[in-house]
């Protein structure tokens, strides 16, 4: 296969994404291969843990929440 034959796809790919209403989009994300990124990680997922933690109101939303998801599940 030829590069002109698949840049070809690929542009007839594209040009029907956008005809369906689509658009491209650049997400950046995090690079989990970096080193010291799983320390970051338990880092910042222990900072959130003890947030939440102390906020009861968070806690009694999100008890709301799931017991709100059990009986939508029940009524299905």
Not at 17 to 34: E, F, H, N, S
Request: proline share 4%.
């Amino acid at each position: 296969m030829t590069t002109d034959n698949v840049n070809n796809r690929v542009k007839r790919h594209r040009a029907a994404l956008r005809a369906a209403g689509l658009r491209p989009i650049q997400i950046w994300v995090p690079d989990t291969r970096q080193p010291g990124f799983a320390e970051e990680a338990r880092r910042q997922c222990a900072a959130v843990a003890a947030a939440d933690a102390g906020d009861q109101d968070l806690q009694h939303f999100m008890d709301a929440a799931l017991l709100d998801l059990d009986d939508d599940e029940c009524d299905a």
